[in-house]
């Protein structure tokens, strides 16, 4: 695989029984790029993102991640991936830096770069003073901000962002969003799936899925002017409305 491509599948399929939830799609995401990966629920985004993380096997086709092959090297991507599920991922009754020196050691950090990278984040947060609250007392936002810094402080690949900002407020989003540009500046690759049609304009590019397929991939503004719109909502609600599926 190119250096320069992050992710990369070919006709990648899944299916469960008579039943394809992702259904032969071929895509790539360059290194540094944030990736959008949009669709309504049922559309497969979900299926297709354990896949590319490892936790799925493809019924055919194929997926490299990172340089390896999802179906042959599952444990080898979960090494250079960093993961960030929409439900929050912290562990509430241990406390700020009790839940950085547990990931940090699951990441295979050493106990000088947990200490180190751990003292780096609260600085990056402006959250020094907090390393002793629990994570439970802490606000939804600064929970989410603490769920992504951690999740790449083992400095992976590729970090996949599954509807990161459900439930926050319109300031600690476009926070978040600050955190996304900051890591794909240090080369960091973001895969995100969201609801929000306004955050697809925040990445480079955007795939829209329906009914297992990829519709339609390119910038958002090119996708503007293919569907004659100025609203990512209404490019969204073209290729949706037709869908057969849901949840």
Same mark, same amino acid.
């Given at each position: 695989?190119?250096?320069? /491509? ?44 354990? /896949? ?80 002793? $609250? ?45 955190? /996304? ?11 995100? $799936? $969201? ?53």
């Amino acid at each position: 695989m190119n250096n320069s /491509i992050a992710i990369d599948t070919k006709n990648l399929t899944k299916k469960f029984g008579t039943f394809t939830a992702v259904d032969h799609i071929s895509f790539h995401v360059n290194s540094g790029e944030i990736f959008g990966f949009l669709g309504a629920n049922g559309a497969g985004k979900t299926t297709a993102m354990k /896949i590319l993380c490892g936790l799925s096997s493809p019924s055919s086709g194929e997926a490299m991640v990172a340089g390896f092959n999802v179906a042959k090297y599952p444990n080898k991507v979960k090494k250079n991936i960093g993961y960030m599920s929409q439900k929050f991922s912290l562990y509430n009754d241990l406390k700020v830096i009790e839940n950085i020196n547990f990931y940090g050691g699951i990441y295979g950090l050493s106990r000088k770069e947990i200490s180190r990278r751990g003292h780096e984040l609260l600085e990056r947060l402006n959250i020094p003073n907090e390393a002793k $609250t629990m994570v439970s007392e802490l606000p939804l936002g600064w929970k989410q901000k603490l769920a992504f810094s951690i999740s790449i402080m083992h400095k992976p690949t590729i970090i996949f962002l599954d509807e990161p900002t459900g439930g926050v407020d319109p300031v600690t989003r476009r926070q978040f969003w600050k955190l /996304i540009y900051e890591a794909a500046d240090e080369g960091i690759t973001a895969f995100v $799936t $969201t609801h929000y049609m306004d955050e697809a304009e925040y990445c480079n590019r955007v795939a829209i899925m329906v009914d297992g397929k990829i519709e339609a991939m390119n910038t958002p503004k090119l996708l503007k002017e293919e569907f004659k719109t100025d609203s990512m909502d209404e490019v969204f609600y073209q290729l949706a409305r037709n869908a057969k599926r849901g949840e």
